[in-house]
């Protein structure tokens, strides 16, 4: 059987795609960002996972918002991605992994979460940069895209994106395949990039997220997405990718390793590994 075996959850701020264009890893202003990746992508070619489950938020290239599906699965044999003049130029196709995308549809589907299911998905840096970050060159593995609506109101709950994880973490341990499955969890942390509110960061309330996500990931789905918004800024809404990541690890959680630093384009920029036995 199919096996989840841990969760990483990154920000995905496109500017971080730049950088790594531009190869400024070494800059003052970067290098405690990138710093954080180094013990991630050795757990990751230690442990060699053949699938990564991705959640994310789209920003306008696949959904827009006169249509925005609250839940978005991809189905392709491969994600297209392309250029949005400030990140990583247009990568390679990433490939997908059809029989888990299907599994995941129907299993979820029949959990009366209501999908839709992208049979052509493009996929932009939310989905490119965290991939970018764990696999410098290249992504040896095979995707699956689920993307959160966290742009057009109404927002799906903290606690129902929590259960969608959950929901996909019974799915891939009911999947009858001997594959090692990682999630992403990409997004945030706190940030507004608009109005009077622009810049702001909650660092206080970002670093206890972070430490209840592993501990007791119940504690952040108690709060309204209202409250999410006046806490962490309208962008930091994105948490609850990470709400959703956490929720599929469906054993004994470990965290192996964090990073948090602020600032990246006005972004406080986390990163967590989180091993699930």
Avoid at 177 to 195: E, I, N
């Amino acid at each position: 059987m199919a096996k989840i075996i841990g969760a990483v959850t990154t920000s995905h701020v496109p500017a971080i795609g730049g950088a790594i264009h531009r190869k400024k890893q070494q800059d003052p202003y970067w290098k405690p960002f990138f710093d954080g990746f180094p013990p991630v992508r050795d757990w990751l070619a230690k442990v060699k996972p053949d699938i990564a489950i991705v959640f994310y938020n789209d920003h306008g290239l696949n959904f827009f918002l006169d249509k925005m599906p609250t839940f978005a699965v991809g189905a392709a044999p491969e994600y297209q991605n392309a250029d949005e003049g400030w990140g990583i130029p247009t990568l390679p196709p990433y490939k997908g992994d059809l029989d888990l995308s299907w599994h995941l549809i129907e299993s979820l589907v029949g959990e009366e979460f209501d999908l839709t299911t992208c049979q052509e998905m493009l996929v932009d840096h939310a989905f490119t940069v965290p991939l970018e970050l764990l696999w410098p060159g290249s992504c040896p593995v095979r995707t699956v895209p689920i993307c959160i609506n966290t742009v057009q109101f109404p927002l799906p709950s903290a606690a129902r994106c929590y259960k969608l994880g959950q929901a996909v973490g019974r799915a891939v341990e009911a999947w009858d395949a001997d594959a090692r499955v990682v999630v992403l969890g990409t997004g945030g942390l706190s940030h507004q990039l608009d109005g009077q509110r622009a810049g702001f960061i909650n660092k206080e309330f970002d670093q206890m997220f972070m430490e209840k996500l592993a501990s007791d990931p119940l504690w952040a789905t108690r709060y309204s997405i209202l409250d999410l918004v006046e806490l962490t800024g309208t962008q930091g809404v994105e948490l609850v990718m990470w709400l959703a990541a956490r929720g599929a690890l469906l054993g004994d959680v470990t965290t192996l390793h964090s990073n948090y630093h602020i600032p990246i384009s006005n972004t406080a920029s986390g990163l967590m590994l989180m091993e699930n036995a």
